[in-house]
Structure formats: structure tokens, C-alpha cells
């Protein structure tokens, strides 16, 4: 069966300082991947989504990158975080071929820049 | 630019009320309409929506979508606590390569109250 992993699932860091959030992807190949940022009181952004390896589409401009050095693995990453990006961050996956509706969350990241 | 826009953002209700929440979307390349359910972290799916005037049902929870008018609304009747949730409604759109995207609303909270 398929799982989806998130790390770590909470962060607290400074104005400033780096970010990586990691998601791997287990028991599917291939699989299209996806970052969404959930701000408070605010629904899902879709931040940046991959069709393969090195593939990295972005939605929106930010101080944020995302990177997929392996085929099951998506980094988010900043090298210097604002207080806005403050958020819960959602990593998802859905089969490559099937309806994109079909995505699959993972357990997710609160972060908080202080 | 896609949106989609929920209401209302928030609604407190008792239990036994049927509530009905709202979702227009302004989206080019539509393909589906979708709704998930999201109690702490990640959202699980409802429904998918396609076609203009079929009812979707699921126990107490049905949707339906109107292509014309562009929304779509939930309804949830005999409401229970366990209905407590911020309810996502995301439209999924084609984009290049072939590709799918899912562009999510702001939520509604519903808070149901014994």
C-alpha cells in the first residue's frame, strides 16, 4: 500500500533562517506531487506540483523553491523565511494517469516563524 | 486567474439543523468540482462533481453542481457534532502538459454545537 510521509510535524523558526520540509512518497512510482500551504483561517494554496524528476511547476511567487531530486521525493525549501509564511504545509501525491481529484495527503507540517 | 470562493466562512450551528454551504468557482480548463472534509490535518474527499444537475448522496451529505451558474452547493442534514470540520471545495483544472491542478477555496468552518 501506498504512504505518504511528512517531516518533521512541527517546526518553530526565526525570521530569516532556512527551511527544508521533506515529504517521500512509498509503494507507488511515479507519482505526481504536490505542496499546499494552508495559512490560517485561509483554504489550501497550491504552492508548487511536479510531473517527474527536476519537473517543478510553481503557482505563486514567493520566497519559496521546491525541489524533487528523487522520483518519490519533494523538498520545499526557503533560504530566508518571512512571518507570512507561517502556515501548515501539505504535501500530496496522486497517480500519474488517474483523476488528479484522487490526491492523498500527507499528515503535514505546522510551521511558525517568529 | 482561477478562484474559487466559499460561504459563508464560518457557521455555527445545533445539532439536528441541516446546513447547506456554497462554492462559485471562475476556473478555465474545468474538470471536476470536489469537496473535502477536514477535521485537524489532512482533508479526506467527499465528492466529485462532473455533470451539471446530478445529485451526489452520502448519508446525510449530498451535492450537487450547476456548470452554468458555476457553484455547486453541500448540504448536511440531521447535522451531529462529529459534522465539526472545515469543509474544502477545490475545482480541478487541466494546465499544460497534460497535467491536472486542484485550486482550492478558503474553507468553511461549521462548528456544530449538541
Known amino acids: 500500500s501506498q504512504t505518504i510521509h511528512q517531516w518533521p510535524a512541527t517546526l518553530v523558526q526565526p525570521v530569516g533562517s532556512p527551511l527544508s520540509l521533506e515529504c517521500t512518497v512509498e509503494?507507488?512510482?511515479?507519482?505526481?506531487l504536490y505542496w499546499y500551504r494552508q495559512a490560517a483561517g485561509r483554504g489550501l494554496q497550491l504552492l508548487f506540483y511536479?510531473?517527474?524528476?527536476?519537473?517543478i511547476s510553481s503557482e505563486v511567487p514567493q520566497n519559496l523553491s521546491a525541489s524533487r531530486p528523487q522520483d518519490r521525493q519533494f523538498i520545499l525549501s526557503s533560504k530566508k523565511l518571512l512571518l507570512s509564511d507561517s502556515g501548515f504545509y501539505l504535501c500530496?501525491?496522486?497517480?500519474?494517469?488517474?483523476?488528479?481529484?484522487?490526491?492523498?495527503f500527507g499528515p503535514g507540517t505546522r510551521l511558525t516563524v517568529t | 486567474e482561477d478562484k474559487v470562493v466559499q460561504s459563508p466562512l464560518s457557521l455555527v450551528v445545533h445539532e439536528g439543523d441541516t446546513v447547506t454551504l456554497n462554492c462559485s468557482y471562475e476556473v478555465t480548463n474545468f474538470r471536476s468540482l470536489l469537496w473535502y472534509k477536514q477535521e485537524k490535518k489532512a482533508p479526506t474527499f467527499l465528492f466529485m462533481l462532473t455533470s451539471s444537475g446530478i445529485e451526489k448522496k452520502s448519508g446525510r451529505l449530498s451535492s450537487i453542481l450547476d456548470k452554468k451558474e458555476l457553484f455547486s452547493i453541500l448540504n448536511i442534514t440531521a447535522t451531529q457534532t462529529g459534522d465539526s470540520a472545515v469543509y474544502l471545495c477545490?475545482?480541478?483544472?487541466?494546465?499544460?502538459?497534460?497535467?491536472?491542478?486542484?485550486?482550492f477555496g478558503k474553507g468553511t468552518k461549521l462548528t456544530v454545537n449538541p
Open positions: 511536479s510531473v517527474g524528476i527536476g519537473q
Open positions: 500530496a501525491w496522486s497517480t500519474r494517469g488517474r483523476p488528479t481529484y484522487e490526491q492523498y
Open positions: 477545490a475545482v480541478e483544472a487541466h494546465v499544460w502538459g497534460g497535467s491536472e491542478k486542484l485550486v
Open positions: 509503494g507507488t512510482s511515479n507519482p505526481n
